[in-house]
């Protein structure tokens, strides 16, 4: 078995050759002039030349250190080498594109790791409009280095008032409708909802206490690996949708639609449908 904190110094690597990758967008043309965007079927769901070049740059940094590993990708999907480890990564080049292509800074890149039994050992997500890289190592607590400080997370602020919650929505306007049908019971006990656009940013930020609650259906995995085990070394309850094969990634084994990925305080648990 390879040490956690191995394998996020390898996580680490990853994730900044990919975020150095988005960090070369100009900030000009906010409406995504230049950036060769193109759309994978539903409206709104895009993808970009960064998107691509940014997983190509993480799964190198990933081979150049673990070849032996499995690799699922949002663009390349799961790649096996001849002599599995058993170790697979997940990785999301940009999570964030459509904030990406508007110039709005909530995007990241995101890397986690998990061993063969399907437990999450390592994850990072690398934000380098915001200037943040959280982290965690199982075991090891969660953190965030800004501006060269590192600082340990600790989750939401207990008995905080006015608590919020963080969400997103499908661009599926089938699924979206029955999303926005639900919210107003899913906000129960929250004074205000934030729909940021990058769901590893969002567990990022209850792991940090900016956000009380963060519960979203329908992810995929790459979407919560790393952000999940960051809010929960932050000490947040989690629970991630269950996927068919730990090896494999991809799809959950319910209706992936009705797979909450939650995280949040643990008193908070019992405000999110099973």
Not at 117 to 137: C, E, F, K, M, T
Not at 249 to 273: N, Y
Request: hydrophobic share 40%; aromatic share 6%; glycine share 12%.
């Amino acid at each position: 078995m390879t040490d956690a904190a191995e394998l996020l110094v390898v996580a680490k690597r990853a994730a900044a050759a990919g975020a150095a990758v988005l960090a070369q967008r100009s900030a000009t043309g906010t409406g995504g002039d230049g950036l060769e965007t193109s759309n994978k079927g539903e409206a709104g769901d895009w993808v970009t030349a960064f998107d691509v070049a940014a997983e190509n740059a993480v799964r190198e940094a990933i081979i150049a250190q673990r070849p032996h590993d499995a690799i699922t990708g949002e663009e390349h999907g799961t790649t096996r080498p001849e002599q599995p480890s058993g170790y697979r990564w997940s990785i999301d080049p940009l999570d964030g594109t459509t904030n990406f292509i508007r110039n709005i800074v909530y995007y990241a890149t995101s890397v986690a790791v998990a061993d063969s039994d399907g437990v999450w050992q390592a994850g990072v997500v690398h934000a380098p409009a915001l200037g943040r890289i959280y982290s965690a190592a199982r075991g090891q607590g969660a953190w965030v280095e800004t501006g060269g400080e590192r600082t340990r997370l600790a989750g939401p602020v207990p008995g905080r008032t006015g608590l919020i919650l963080a969400t997103g929505f499908s661009y599926d306007p089938a699924t979206r409708a029955s999303q926005t049908e639900g919210l107003a019971g899913l906000m129960d006990g929250f004074a205000d909802v934030r729909r940021l656009g990058s769901a590893a940013l969002d567990l990022c930020l209850v792991a940090d206490g900016t956000f009380d609650a963060y519960g979203e259906r329908g992810l995929n995995e790459h979407d919560f690996s790393a952000g999940a085990l960051i809010a929960e070394e932050a000490g947040c309850w989690v629970r991630r949708p269950r996927l068919e094969s730990p090896l494999d990634g991809g799809p959950t084994t319910e209706d992936r639609l009705a797979a909450w990925m939650c995280a949040g305080a643990l008193e908070l648990s019992g405000k999110f449908p099973l």
